[in-house]
């Protein structure tokens, strides 16, 4: 059959499964990408991106705000999940409307129905910015999946396995591109390698990262 325009500029469904549980969803995102980006907004606007100090005393190069009922939040006293900014004293900002809506259709897309997540952990990645393997373990309850969606400059993301030592995959997550991680694979190590510089047409020179928990 003789390939339409359609079919020429149609793009390629960039859809990729990590492992039993784990799954990139390619620019499941995008559909909402102006509401999504006006949310992060309103929500940095009352709870300001801050770099938090890790148990250990260093300042993270990622930095990070929340919204919803809980935050996660670290300190020297440890990694723990709060109802209270402790910048600004107040309850962290009311988890915006699209924000939920798009986790709860990420999460059901890959088998995990009826999400509603309680925190939204955003991160703010500039040049140069990383995070280190580390499994999401704070959260009390690993029966939900954690969905993460990614908005600005290209990310290298790397999925490990169970333990810190096995064999990573490199994955590069992209402007609207959405992951969705639980069951077998709730616990894998996984990390983001140092920011390349550039420049994206909406966010300039960052990436920015919202994670949807179940903290409780
Ligand atoms: C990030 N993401 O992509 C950091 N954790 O900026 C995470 O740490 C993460 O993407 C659990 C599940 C999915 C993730
Ligand atoms: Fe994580």
């Not at 109802?83 to 309850?91: A, C, K, W």
């Not at 995959?169 to 992209?174: E, G, N, P, S, Y």
């Given at each position: 059959m003789q390939k339409t325009m359609d079919d020429l500029f149609e793009s390629e469904p960039r859809d990729l499964r990590l492992a039993d549980g784990a799954m990139?969803?390619?620019?499941?995102?995008?559909?909402?990408?102006?509401?999504?980006?006006?949310?992060v907004r309103d929500v940095t606007a009352r709870a300001p991106f801050r770099h938090l100090i890790t148990p250990?005393?260093?300042?993270?190069?990622?930095?990070?705000?929340?919204?919803?009922?809980?935050?996660?939040?670290?300190?020297?006293?440890?990694?723990?999940?709060?109802?209270?900014?402790?910048?600004?004293?107040?309850?962290?900002?009311p988890m915006p409307e699209v924000f939920a809506t798009l986790a709860a259709k990420a999460a059901a897309t890959v088998g995990f129905a009826g999400f509603a997540p309680e925190a939204c952990?955003?991160?703010?990645?500039?040049?140069?910015?990383?995070l280190s393997l580390h499994q999401d373990k704070d959260e009390r309850n690993y029966d939900a999946p954690i969905v993460s969606v990614s908005l600005g400059l290209p990310a290298t993301f790397l999925f490990g396995g169970l333990a810190r030592g096995d064999k990573q995959?490199?994955?590069?997550?992209?402007h609207g591109d959405v992951v969705v991680w639980g069951g077998p694979a709730r616990l894998a190590y996984h990390g983001v390698l140092p920011l390349a510089d550039g420049d994206h047409p909406l966010l300039g020179r960052q990436r920015i990262n919202l994670t949807f928990r179940k903290a409780g």
């Open positions: 990139v969803l390619g620019g499941f995102a995008l559909a909402h990408e102006a509401s999504l980006l006006v949310a250990g005393g260093y300042r993270m190069s990622v930095a990070m705000t929340n919204c919803g009922r809980l935050g996660w939040v670290s300190d020297r006293s440890g990694y723990r999940y709060d109802p209270i900014d402790p910048e600004t004293r107040l309850p962290w900002p952990l955003i991160n703010r990645y500039e040049p140069g910015a990383k995959q490199r994955i590069k997550l992209i």
